[in-house]
Structure formats: structure tokens, C-alpha cells
């Protein structure tokens, strides 16, 4: 598990984390929202071990995050960074067999194994065989998505894995922002994999998370259960714009929020 507990950060002039109490378990699937700049990246960078807290505690299973090295930390967790460098000459295959460097006894026939079941997983197996250079950004998303599946699933141990995804829907179209969160979703449910995921659509996370954590300034507004955190008083204050939940029309017993 994942524990957060009184965090506290500033960069530069900035207080980027107050007193923030987070925890993300094997299993749990937590949505991360709030406005621009309300420090959701920041949380995720501190779970993934890139940021330590100036004050506060954040631990992996009990054990201080600044206390693991890299490489250790990479068969741990894996983390898909809201901006990356594009790989240009590189295969789409090349690409997501990096998620295999944490795990080098994996054999070149596993690696290849989990390379195609991670591509499908990622609506990516058309992808196969085209250099990075000529992807567009959605198809570019699927791959690096994939990379850190195969990251993830690569394990040799028993230890729990965790999944960090920084807006992974970015660049996506509607039917594969869908296809991503519910792949994520059956790596939590079917697997264990803890996932944390930093989205903007509400209504994306209120149907594939089964916690949420909303931000604002640095400041946890609230974090629980969906149900519980998904109220019109926590959107107001989170996102500052007037809130309305009516029933979903499909799916029953979830909300469909309207802001504005």
C-alpha cells in the first residue's frame, strides 16, 4: 500500500501539497481531479518516488519511498508521465518491450508474449511494426499505455504492483478514453494492481473508479468512495462553477455531472 500522511510540499514560492492523507491499495482504482494547477501531478509524482514530501510522511508498504532505489521502485510501480519525449526511431515493439528493462530475466519469447498481450490490451496490436515517427498522438497514448501494462505484468514476484497514470485519456478519442480506463479497471479488479489516474472528465472517472480524490490548491477536498465523493458541495468547492448531478440513463445508481 501506498500511504500518504500529512504531506506537505512547496516548490519554489509555491505550496504544491498541504497536509494531504492519501492511501491507494491493491485493488483500488482512484480517480485524481481538480482544477489546473491544483496539484494532482504533484500527488502523483510523490507516489511514484520522483518528489519527497518537506514535511509528512510517504511510505510503500510501511517502508520510506526515499529509502527504495530506482531500479526497485520500477518493479514496483509504474508510472505514464503526462508529457514524454517521442522515441522517433524506434518500433511501436521496441517501445513497449522497454517496460521489460526493470525485469531482466524475463526471456526475449516472454518479453515478446507480454509485448503482444500488452498491444492488445491498448487497442494497439494494428500498430505493430510502424516506427514511433509516424504515430499520431491518440496512437502514440495506446503505445506508451502498452509499455507500461507489459511494465506492470512483467513481475516475478508476489509483491502488490501499482499503476500511475498522469491524464492518460489525453489525445485519445471517446471510444479508446473508454478502452484505457476499463483496461485499467480489470488490472484492479482481476489482478490487484493498484491504479491511480489523474483525469479531467468527471463522468469518465465516476465510471471506472472506485475512488476519487479531488484537489484544489494543494488541498484535499475529499477522498473516499465514488458515491460518497462525487457530491455537488465538493465540485463547487473543488472546480469554483456551479454543480448538477442527475441519474445516469444508463447505468444505474452512478451520477452524471454537469458543470457550468
Known amino acids: 500500500m501506498f500511504?500518504?500522511?500529512?504531506?506537505?510540499?512547496?516548490?519554489?514560492?509555491?505550496?504544491?501539497?498541504?497536509?494531504?492523507?492519501?492511501e491507494l491499495k491493491a485493488g483500488d482504482m482512484v480517480g485524481i481531479l481538480g482544477s489546473n494547477g491544483a496539484g494532482k501531478s504533484t500527488l502523483?509524482?510523490?507516489?511514484?518516488?520522483?518528489?519527497?514530501?518537506?514535511?509528512?510522511?510517504?511510505?510503500?508498504?510501511?517502508?520510506?519511498?526515499?529509502?527504495?532505489?530506482?531500479?526497485?521502485?520500477?518493479?514496483?510501480?509504474?508510472?505514464?508521465?503526462?508529457?514524454?519525449?517521442?522515441?522517433?526511431?524506434?518500433?511501436?515493439?521496441?517501445?513497449?518491450?522497454?517496460?521489460?528493462?526493470?525485469?531482466?530475466?524475463?526471456?526475449?519469447?516472454?518479453?515478446?508474449?507480454?509485448?503482444?498481450?500488452?498491444?492488445?490490451?491498448?487497442?494497439?496490436?494494428?500498430?505493430?511494426?510502424?516506427?514511433?515517427?509516424?504515430?499520431?498522438?491518440?496512437?502514440?497514448?495506446?503505445?506508451?499505455?502498452?509499455?507500461?501494462?507489459?511494465?506492470?505484468?512483467?513481475?516475478?514476484?508476489?509483491a502488490t504492483r501499482f499503476l500511475l497514470l498522469d491524464e492518460p485519456t489525453a489525445h485519445l478519442d471517446p471510444k479508446h478514453q473508454h478502452q484505457l480506463l476499463e483496461s485499467a479497471r480489470r488490472l484492479a479488479c482481476e489482478e490487484r494492481i493498484g491504479v491511480a489516474a489523474v483525469l479531467h472528465d468527471i463522468n469518465l472517472a465516476a465510471r471506472w473508479c472506485n475512488r476519487l480524490a479531488l484537489l484544489k490548491q494543494g488541498r484535499l477536498v475529499a477522498e473516499g468512495p465514488t458515491a460518497e465523493a462525487l457530491t455537488r458541495d465538493h465540485l463547487e468547492t473543488t472546480f469554483g462553477c456551479p454543480a448538477l448531478l442527475v441519474p445516469h440513463p444508463q447505468n444505474f445508481g452512478q451520477p452524471f455531472v454537469l458543470l457550468g
Not at 509524482?45 to 510522511?57: C, I, K, R, T, V
Request: with cysteine.
Open 3 to 22: 500511504k500518504l500522511q500529512d504531506v506537505h510540499l512547496r516548490r519554489g514560492a509555491q505550496q504544491a501539497l498541504a497536509g494531504i492523507d492519501f
Open 44 to 158: 502523483l509524482s510523490m507516489l511514484a518516488g520522483e518528489l519527497h514530501p518537506d514535511q509528512g510522511s510517504a511510505t510503500l508498504e510501511g517502508k520510506p519511498l526515499a529509502s527504495f532505489g530506482l531500479s526497485e521502485l520500477a518493479r514496483r510501480r509504474a508510472m505514464l508521465p503526462q508529457t514524454q519525449a517521442a522515441p522517433f526511431e524506434l518500433t511501436v515493439e521496441e517501445v513497449v518491450g522497454m517496460g521489460a528493462y526493470p525485469w531482466p530475466e524475463r526471456t526475449p519469447d516472454e518479453v515478446a508474449e507480454l509485448t503482444n498481450q500488452a498491444l492488445a490490451d491498448a487497442d494497439a496490436t494494428c500498430l505493430r511494426g510502424r516506427l514511433c515517427s509516424t504515430l499520431s498522438g491518440g496512437e502514440m497514448q495506446r503505445v506508451q499505455f502498452a509499455r507500461v501494462l507489459l511494465q506492470i505484468r512483467a513481475g516475478t514476484d508476489d
